[in-house]
Each structure stands twice: as C-alpha cells, then as structure tokens.
C-alpha cells in the first residue's frame, strides 16, 4: 500500500485535476505532495520508533506456562494499523492548514483552545494505540502534541489567505 501510495495519487490527481480552475491546481498539488510526505513519516515513525515497543509488550505476555507463538498475519495486522494510525496522525499539521485555508481556524482560535487539544490528543491515543499500555500511548500523544504545535505554526505561515474569502470572519468574530 506504501510503495503503491504515489501511483494511487497520481490517478486520483489525474481524476480531479480537470475539474479544477488554475489556482486550485496550484493549491491542491503542494496540498497532495506534503500529505504524501507526512503520511510517509508518520508511518515510518510508527514502524522504527513505535512498533518495538508495542510488539515487545505483547510478546511480554510469555512466561513459563505460556509461550507467545505470533502469526505472521498478527504481526502484519498490527504493523498496518501502526502505519495507517500514524501516518493519519501526521496529517494533522495539513489538516489545520486546510481549516485555516476554509477559514474555520486560526492561530489565535488554536493557542485558546491548547489544554482541549491536549485532552483530545490522548484521548485519541488512548483510542487509536493498538496496545493498552501507556508507553504506546504516550508515543502516539507526544507527537499528536507536537504536531498541533506545528499546526500553529504552519497555520500562521500558511493559512493567511483563505481560498473560499471568509478568514476575515473568523478573525474579527
């Protein structure tokens, strides 16, 4: 799935792009291209940083009387789901910005609502972790923080001009 993700946005672009005016190419291209690359680090972080954790506490369960003998398809099962979890989860930084864009949210509107980020950031990772231990959740929480602080970021840099022509609403009201 990985390795056929650009064939399958390039079709997909190749799909779209003839219904789109000149300054939504302009803008759905940089969109396409970093989501692919945030979906693709986030995927690699979930596989080299979380993915040994998370596999030696289910390997953990082994003691004398029970041996842990995983199939191949358990191990893919959970390998997957890392890979989507966190490549979603990386996509929060373009997420923002795109809200931004369709002005929904700015910098102000996310510094106010930072400590329900937080509540919302390990809710979700106690939700989407595919082990119940806390070290896997912290390791999916501590990025999703992370990233809602780059969102900021990225939406003071990016997000100045909407595309739709209603960011001045949500700044002055």
């Known amino acids: 799935m ?13 799909f779209v792009a003839p219904g789109l005016y000149g300054h939504e190419k302009r803008i759905a291209l940089p969109f396409s291209i970093i989501s692919t690359i ?3 680090s986030g995927a690699a972080f979930g596989y080299l940083i ?12 082994s003691n004398e009387v029970l ?6 398809d358990e191990y893919f099962s959970l390998a997957v789901r890392l890979f989507i979890a966190f490549g979603v ?10 809200l ?15 400590r329900y980020a937080i509540l919302i950031c390990f809710v979700i990772a106690a939700i989407v972790t595919p082990t119940p231990d806390v070290v896997n ?3 999916m929480a501590v990025p999703l923080l992370v990233l809602y602080e780059l969102s900021i970021i990225a939406v003071v840099v ?3 001009k909407s595309f739709l022509g209603f960011n001045d609403e949500v700044e002055n009201g």
């Open 50 to 61: 979380v993915f040994p954790p998370a596999f030696r506490f289910l390997v953990g369960y």
């Open 100 to 114: 931004a864009k369709m002005g929904m949210v700015n910098p102000a509107f996310l510094r106010k609502n930072r």
């Open 137 to 139: 959740q912290l390791l």
């Open 89 to 98: 989860v990386f996509e929060l930084p373009v997420f923002m910005v795109f």
């Open 38 to 40: 945030c979906f693709l």
């Open 158 to 160: 990016f997000g100045k």
């Open 67 to 72: 041996e842990v003998m995983p199939a191949v």
């Open 2 to 14: 990985l390795i056929s993700s650009p064939v399958i946005f390039y079709q997909i672009w190749r």
